[in-house]
């Protein structure tokens, strides 16, 4: 952050230099001057510039630089430019370091408390009592001091210790590479983005990161501007800078009125040229950057103090606010910094099963804790009638530290210190994995979320379809041609219109340009319809390129730009008469309204009375609609000399038009669409097309990619009897009557940018369905950005699309092709059920090792797994196996089966029916070990044993044959649908085969060479043997826990529900907000604050039922919620560091800018 200070400092003194040699680097204009000439606008603007420097091209000269030519491409010019002004890069906020972020990790409760009983315990150890009274104490400590022993005291507390440092490493170390990896994905998107200039008269595409002051760059529609301009020359040219200025209307801009263009500010309509004024840090979006840099540490330090009020204060401040403005304005405020959707479907999930397993943990543990305390109390001083002399005091506290440790171990075998790596592993791995599935992830959650997709709105144009337009059929001169007409078969006057009119009216920077390599096709560059036309000119032998140098862009005198609400595009230019022509071309249905002449075979017009028009829509368009063309209508109108037409009136301007032709584009299927389209709906999910194409073109496009199968019954809409159905008299949308209108729609065509959000926001808070329903949409225009933004993912093309496009979005598709959506559905769904496994595989040890500790510690006054060994079990084996069952890669199989939904719960009936069939064979195993055990190998019993008494052999063979149970399981954890055949595909993992392997190494050096810190002593080959032999068992009987039909089992509770029916009824808060899962709000509340990052989830599966049965706590939140949600703080979800909860630090995400905390 200070080096963003710094930097902006460096650019201030330049200047100063500059001043005293006149004019540094032989540019006429310093870097000062510019900057504060960026800061003017509108009319103060334009004087400046007639002040300083006469106009626009005299600014020009001053910068070097040419108006139509641009910059001479020569590095060290552009070298010198970025040295005197600056690069177009904003320096990032410094990432956290490494021991940031230890330090963070240490925060975390479970492990703040077993620093202070590993310490305590360390403590004690060192502390010899008097030895002649110890008698006086009674038994407690008989025959625990051989030789040597009392010193080793020491161990388990370093043991302890160092198992910390473990975790906290780890959990940094990922922690950090997170951080990289996230960091390395901007900076390819960042990379990804070009931008148009012109250099020695040539358009080129360079990254945004090398525009310099002084390049002259073509702006248009759809553009987000890179860096500060002043506009040479516009068409139309609208802009929305509600990203700087937060006024939502679109700004005209002009080089006579407004020729100030800002860097950040999106570019609605229109086109034009600007020249390069400002960049990087100087440019107004880089100046509120450095300012934000600044800030950014003086508000953290603020945030602290705030955050350290009482939460009630706040409350009870909040509804004091006026009514109407203070929530307008904080609803304004949260529109603004809320960035994505509600938290997706399986944090909300993670997060309730989160909260139901810790405090089955904490109770679990509490439990253990008073049962021993008070069986240690009422043996010694009840049942021995001891009293409690001063002197014992030290051994007594030795004992209890004991107890305290073994019940801390219980809690941290209650928390599943891997569901954070695994869901972090598992995201990352797939978001790696999904990049060569031409899949771009910005932010991670959407690869979950796309897995429980259920319908997909996708765009026609470019993902459906190739988006490589040709003109297939025409209709000139009262003749309808099914192919290309030869030039000759047309009258001159009829072709010389033509070419013109395509020509001229079409953005100068479309063209169709050679093919790279011989026989592959032309390249097109630009909009797709209109080097449709431009090919079609080119088909008819005549060249637009000639046309256009004979009337260069700043030579149109008027340009009304397509948009979405005109659809169409129409260009004036002066004739040699002194009067006017207008060329207008658009969608044939609203074009042929305007017409009231048409050329006949002669050239000559005619008259075209709307008798004739319905004709040519029945005999002409609908026929090629019905083919699967685009039709567009190519008109012209003159205007006499002398009477200059009012061009702001622009419905005035474009009618009276006479019709030049008609002519039908074809843009083929993508060959793959099809089958595509086919997995989508075997895998339960509805794709529908949503199109500004007309009906009929949009029907037979849907008929030939199968989203419309013969037979069915659906509806094939247009945007306006769309809205008729929707709206109620008032004109207001009304949810029933669009619940009636969305689960039959296939094809909604003629839409408008509206219509399409109108539709995915109606989709998704429709509660008609049993579920809820997830939705994706593709988009590629401008207009796309409310939609992507509204929708669960939001896919943007990578090539066709525009900047805003993509800024709105989830996913980039780098190959703008449908079938990489199918590609995301499997990663996604590949994610959840890769958690599944691993809580499947994470929670059978979990149940197992919390009854041993807790039986074990009530019985015999001892866990027969020593906290060591249990965080042995729980680090390495959570972490590892995290990352053995997390990186599964995804079969077809996944698209067999239908979403999940939003309320399916994470374990369900098969999982909980494995997690405790296996862990009745693990209890039964060890309880039989633990009490006759001794019997069976015949050894010495290690149970009763004094507090410092070496390892026993009796409870090494317990610790090795659950590792090894542990271990087997975790193939069984591989399938979790109750499928038979368990090494399926095992050896395409090869991570898998490793960590299993690798996991079975170091456990033999642990028991044979682990001795006191691990608390085992050395086996021989026999009990190896033994121990292998119960750990196989656990295959055999996961086959007979598979044959047990589990819909036999009734009793079976499922686990982790997604929000229940009744929590969504306040979700539905403000448009907008988050929503803010009531699990969160109680863990917010503090109460349960052992959850780092993605905080550690517990469990102790028999408790938690009992939890879901009480409906108390849901009741409680609810009652709450209302206030909560008025005071609810927006966290950045946009990243993948804390996808599952903010409890515990928000701050350590990447997304969250001021690092505040949250109270």
């Keep these: 952050m200070g080096d963003m200070a710094n930097s902006s400092i460096e650019f201030h003194l330049k200047p100063q230099q500059q001043r005293e040699a006149p004019h540094a680097g032989g540019f006429g204009c310093t870097l000062a001057e510019l900057r504060t000439l960026m800061e003017l606008r509108g009319a103060e603007a334009l004087q400046k510039i007639q002040e300083a420097y006469g106009d626009i091209s005299g600014l020009c000269r001053r910068l070097k630089t040419s108006p139509t030519e641009g910059l001479a491409d020569n590095t060290n010019d552009l070298e010198k430019r970025r040295q005197i002004y600056g690069q177009n890069f904003i320096p990032p906020k410094q990432p956290k370091t490494f021991l940031q972020l230890v330090w963070e990790a ?37 025959g625990a001091e051989d030789e040597g022993e009392a010193e080793a005291g020491w161990i388990e507390g370093a043991a302890i210790l160092l198992s910390v440092i473990c975790v906290v490493l780890v959990t940094a170390f990922n922690d950090w590479s997170k951080e990289k990896q996230f960091r390395g994905l901007q ?83 229109g086109s034009g040229r600007m020249v390069v004024t400002a960049v990087g840090v100087n440019s107004q979006t880089g100046i509120i950057f450095t300012l934000l840099g600044a800030g950014g540490e003086e508000e953290e330090r603020k945030d602290k103090k705030a955050k350290k009020q009482d939460g009630a204060v706040a409350m009870e401040m909040q509804p004091l606010k006026s009514a109407e403005g203070g929530e307008m304005e904080e609803r304004e405020r949260r529109k603004a910094s809320v960035p994505k959707k509600e938290k997706s479907v399986l944090q909300g999930k993670l997060t309730k099963l989160a ?18 305390v008070l069986y240690f109390v009422i043996e010694t001083f009840v049942a021995d009638g001891r009293a409690w002399l001063a002197e014992c005091t030290p051994v007594y506290v030795q004992y209890f530290v004991k107890f305290f440790i073994i019940g801390v171990t219980v809690l941290v075998v209650a928390v599943p210190e891997g569901l954070p790596l695994a869901v972090t592993i598992s995201l990352a791995y797939s978001v790696k ?69 395509i020509s001229i009216n079409s953005a100068y920077t479309t063209k169709i340009l050679p093919p790279e390599k011989e026989g ?30 004979q009337l260069p862009e700043d030579k149109l005198h008027k340009v009304y730009t397509f948009n979405s609400v005109r659809k169409s595009m129409s260009t004036a230019i002066r004739t040699p ?22 050329l006949n075979s002669n050239g000559e017009l005619r008259g075209f009375r709307p008798r004739d028009r319905d004709d040519m829509v029945k005999k002409i368009i609908e026929p090629m609609a019905c083919d699967g063309l685009r039709t567009i209508c190519i008109a012209y109108r003159d205007f006499p000399a002398g009477q200059e037409p009012d061009w702001d009136n622009e419905n005035e301007v474009v009618g009276d038009l006479t019709c030049i032709a008609v002519v039908g584009i074809e843009d083929p299927v993508r060959p793959e669409v099809p089958e595509a389209i086919r997995k989508c709906q075997r895998a339960g999910i509805t794709v529908r097309m949503v199109t500004g194409d007309n009906i009929n073109t949009a029907r037979a496009i849907a008929a030939k990619c199968g989203i419309l199968q013969p037979g ?21 949308i009304e949810q029933e009557r669009l619940d009636k209108v969305w689960p039959k729609l296939r094809v909604l065509a003629r839409s408008s940018p509206t219509d399409k959000h109108t539709l995915v926001k109606g989709i998704i808070d429709s509660t008609t369905g049993e579920q809820r329903q997830v939705v994706a949409v593709t988009g590629d225009g401008t207009n796309d950005g409310p939609a992507l933004k509204k929708a669960d993912v939001g896919f943007a093309m990578g090539i066709a699309g525009t900047d805003v496009a993509k800024e709105a979005s989830d996913i980039i598709l780098t190959d703008d092709n449908f079938t990489s959506i199918v590609k995301a559905v499997m990663w996604g769904r590949n994610v959840y059920d890769s958690i599944s496994k691993f809580l499947q595989f994470q929670l059978t040890v979990n149940v197992v090792a919390v009854i041993v500790a807790f039986t074990g510690a009530c019985i015999t006054q001892d866990s ?34 239908k979403p999940y939904g939003r309320d399916k719960p994470l374990i369900s009936r098969t999982m909980m029916k494995n997690i405790l069939g296996h862990a009745v064979y693990q209890l039964t195993v060890i309880f039989t070990l633990l009490f006759v055990g001794e019997l069976f190998f015949d050894i010495d019993s290690g149970r009763n044993a004094p507090l410092h008494s070496p390892p026993s052999e009796h409870y090494t063979i317990i610790f090795n044959t659950f590792v090894m149970m542990q271990l087997f399981n975790e193939i069984n954890a591989r399938k979790i649908h109750g499928e038979r055949n368990v090494f399926d595909g095992i050896f395409g993992n090869p991570i898998f085969c490793t960590i299993v392997l690798g996991t079975f190494g170091i456990q033999i050096v642990i028991v044979q060479f682990g001795g006191k810190p691990f608390s085992c002593s050395p086996l021989s080959t026999e009990q190896w043997l033994w121990c292998l032999f119960v750990g196989v068992g656990e295959l055999v009987w996961g086959q007979v826990i598979a044959t047990i039909p589990t819909s036999q089992l009734k009793c079976l509770k499922e686990a982790g529900h997604g929000p229940g029916k009744d929590d969504m009824a306040d979700e539905e808060l403000a448009e907008g907000e988050e929503e803010i899962d009531h699990a969160e709000r109680e863990l917010r509340r503090g109460q349960v604050l052992w959850f780092r990052g993605l905080n550690r989830i517990q469990t102790q599966m028999e408790v938690v039922s009992t939890f879901k049965r009480s409906g108390s706590f849901q009741g409680a939140v609810r009652r709450r919620s209302s206030v909560l949600s008025q005071l609810h703080d927006v966290t950045n979800l946009s990243t993948p560091t804390h996808l599952i909860l903010s409890a515990a630090h928000p701050a350590s995400a990447a997304g969250n800018p001021g690092g505040e905390s949250i109270p």
């Excluded at 909260?355 to 021993?372: C, E």
């Excluded at 069915?712 to 004109?731: S, V, Y």
């Design 106 to 142: 240490l925060q975390d409760v479970t492990l703040i408390i077993l620093e202070v009983a590993a310490i305590v315990s360390l403590g004690l150890s060192f502390y010899a009592p008097p030895g002649e009274e110890s008698e006086a104490c009674g038994n407690v400590s008989g």
């Design 187 to 269: 900076s390819r998107i960042e990379q990804e983005q070009k931008f148009t200039v012109i250099r020695n008269g040539q358009l080129l595409q360079v990254p945004v990161a090398a525009l310099v002051v002084g390049d002259i760059a073509q702006v248009k529609y759809g553009d987000l501007l890179p860096a500060d301009g002043v506009l040479i020359q516009g068409n139309d040219l609208k802009i929305d800078e509600s990203s700087l200025t937060g006024e939502s209307d679109h700004v005209r801009k002009s080089a006579d009125k407004d020729p100030m263009l800002l860097s950040g500010t999106h570019v609605m309509e």
């Design 355 to 372: 909260v139901q397993i810790g405090k089955a943990g904490l109770v679990m543990s509490a439990i253990t804790v008073i049962i021993l």
């Design 433 to 501: 994995k999904m990049m060569k599935d031409n899949n771009l992830v910005r932010h991670l959650d959407a690869c979950e979320t796309m897995g429980n997709a259920t319908a997909i709105c996708s765009d026609k144009t470019g993902t459906l379809t190739t988006n490589r337009m040709t003109v297939v059929q025409s209709y000139l001169g009262d003749t309808h041609y099914k192919e290309i007409p030869a030039p000759s078969a047309l009258t001159p006057k009829i072709l010389d219109l033509l070419v013109h009119a």
């Design 520 to 549: 592959a096709l032309p390249r097109q560059v630009g909009n797709k319809t209109e080097c449709a036309l431009l090919g079609f000119v080119l088909d008819l032998k005549r060249d637009f390129q000639p046309v256009r140098q």
């Design 577 to 598: 008469d002194g009067g006017f022509r207008l060329f207008s071309k658009g969608a044939s249905e609203i074009l042929l309204k305007k017409c009231t002449n048409i």
């Design 712 to 732: 069915e019954d659906f509806l094939c809409l247009e945007g306006r009897e769309f809205n008729r159905r929707i709206r109620n008299e008032k004109g207001e």
């Design 864 to 897: 027969p797994l020593k906290a060591v060994q249990m965080l042995w079990v729980n680090l390495i084996m959570d972490t590892f196996a995290s990352l053995a069952l997390a990186t599964e890669p995804p079969t077809e199989s996944l698209l067999l089966r």
